[in-house]
């Protein structure tokens, strides 16, 4: 949607030097419609990018991490357009999203349609013998900043590549209102409004320092400079069957 109404945006963000992945054309849970439908979504945003930009897009993260065991046919998508991995998978299964058994390591796969991915799953950390999400943006936020600090330790001491994304909003310096970017014939309560507001701005100032400490104290790569290493180091392709 950013790309549609700003592709000024875009153009700035990779002229900088940044790599621009995927993320859907309308934001819309990819558990919710159809092969058909996903195909079309996909489809449309990888056109409306590489219009844009001019290069190849590599990567994809699906809205609210929704590819799980009934739609695992998006990893083929995703590959017969031509992109190199995805990190849409959380593995440990929360009430919106995740694959509770899914591997958490980076892995090459082999797909159904022949084709292959590199699945970059999101950052889980073990915890009294349960996986705990920590990858970044609203698990950060609510982690005090001693703990940040001690999981990034503890994965990289048991060699695991910590990954982290963030949302925008995450950095921005004003107090959010959800209110107002609802559309107009949208009705929702008081109470959704309060709960709304108080999930995107609970503890966002406390970003800017975690951040900072992780930038300044570990060496970080784009998820395509991963995905072609996991790829170069892969001695034999992981089959990943569909549901």
Not at 26 to 41: F, G, L, P, S, Y
Not at 79 to 85: K, M, S
Not at 89 to 111: C, T
Request: charged share 25%; with cysteine.
């Amino acid at each position: 949607m950013l790309a549609r109404y700003r592709p000024d945006l875009v153009k700035k963000i990779d002229n900088c030097g940044h790599e621009i992945a995927m993320h859907g054309d309308n934001h819309v849970a990819m558990q919710q419609i159809t092969r058909k439908k996903a195909t079309a979504d996909l489809t449309e945003a990888h056109s409306l990018i590489t219009d844009i930009t001019g290069r190849p897009v590599y990567g994809y993260r699906a809205p609210c991490f929704s590819i799980d065991h009934e739609n695992l046919y998006i990893l083929e998508c995703l590959a017969e357009l031509g992109l190199q991995y995805d990190s849409s998978i959380f593995p440990v299964k929360l009430p919106r999203y995740g694959i509770d058994d899914f591997d958490p390591r980076n892995r090459l796969y082999q797909l159904p349609n022949g084709l292959d991915i590199v699945e970059l799953p999101l950052t889980v950390w073990p915890l009294l013998g349960r996986r705990v999400p920590v990858a970044g943006g609203g698990y950060i936020r609510l982690m005090p900043s001693i703990l940040v600090k001690k999981i990034f330790r503890d994965l990289l001491k048991n060699d695991v590549s910590p990954m982290i994304y963030m949302h925008p909003y995450e950095f921005d310096s004003d107090r959010l209102n959800s209110a107002a970017n609802f559309p107009p014939d949208t009705s929702f309560s008081r109470w959704q409004v309060a709960k709304s507001n108080f999930k995107w701005n609970v503890f966002r100032k406390s970003i800017y320092g975690k951040i900072d400490f992780l930038l300044r104290n570990y060496e970080f790569v784009t998820c395509k400079e991963k995905a072609d290493d996991v790829r170069s180091n892969s001695r034999c392709k992981t089959v990943l069957e569909r549901a």
